[in-house]
């Protein structure tokens, strides 16, 4: 079936470190991927997708490239700020009813 | 632009009582609706999705039960709440045929 791995958390980070969180995922055909980011007690916001091979999505410093050879799909920045910290969620949409398939989301978590 | 509302933002309720949690959209027509269920430290789980007015698929086997009374209008309900039913619901819609979700603030449900 369809799934999403992502990293354990927490990732704990000082300001202006690199960040990578890692994500995997199995499917069949060619799903969309995306990355979602919590902040504490609210909801999910769309952070970047992609929607086929090689292509980056990119938003706010974050980018993360759909490798179909890989089956990854991991984020990454440059520059870590302390307003990042967050839960990053990683997920795949494959059919056409849209459902999303989540992983487990990773704490990002990012000290002065 | 387009909008999600949800309310309550919180909840708490004694077990054995009923249930209802309101999405409404707004700025768009015939979206695909969603509910899931973030349970404390967890992923996401989709509990229903919906493609149009009176149509209600249920993802998960549970004493939930979803309706779409409007086009633009989603609802969770229950008749008699467990302890297991707390978490942080969140609606979500997406376009016809689009993959990308877009996620409301969300209501947290505590069930004593």
């Known amino acids: 079936g369809n799934s999403v791995t992502q990293m354990e958390g927490p990732v704990t980070l000082s300001e202006e470190a690199f960040l990578t969180i890692n994500c995997t995922y199995t499917?069949?055909?060619?799903?969309?991927l995306f990355w979602y980011v919590q902040y504490p007690g609210e909801g999910l916001q769309l952070l970047l997708k992609?929607?086929?091979?090689?292509d980056k999505g990119s938003n706010k410093g974050f980018e993360a490239t759909y490798r179909k050879e890989t089956t990854s799909f991991h984020l990454e920045k440059g520059s870590v700020q302390v307003s990042d910290s967050a839960v990053y969620f990683c997920?795949?949409?494959?059919?056409?009813?849209?459902?999303?398939?989540f992983g487990t989301g990773t704490r990002l978590q990012v000290f002065p | 632009s387009q909008t999600i509302h949800q309310w309550p933002a919180t909840l708490v309720q004694p077990v054995g009582s009923p249930l209802s949690l309101e999405c409404t959209v707004e700025?768009?027509?015939?979206?695909?609706l969603y509910w899931y269920r973030q349970a404390a430290g967890r992923g996401l789980q989709l509990l229903f999705y919906?493609?149009?007015?009176?149509?209600i698929s249920s993802e998960v086997p549970q004493n939930l039960s979803a309706s779409r009374p409007q086009d633009r209008q989603f609802i969770l309900s229950s008749k008699k709440l467990l302890l297991s039913d707390s978490g942080f619901y969140l609606c979500?819609?997406?376009?016809?045929?689009?993959?990308?979700?877009?996620f409301g603030p969300g209501t947290r449900l505590t069930v004593l």
């Open positions: 997920a795949l949409s494959r059919d056409n009813t849209d459902k999303l398939i």
């Open positions: 992609a929607t086929k091979a090689d």
């Open positions: 919906s493609v149009g007015i009176g149509q």
């Open positions: 499917a069949t055909g060619y799903p969309s």
């Open positions: 979500a819609w997406s376009g016809t045929g689009e993959r990308t979700q877009y």
């Open positions: 700025g768009t027509s015939n979206p695909n």
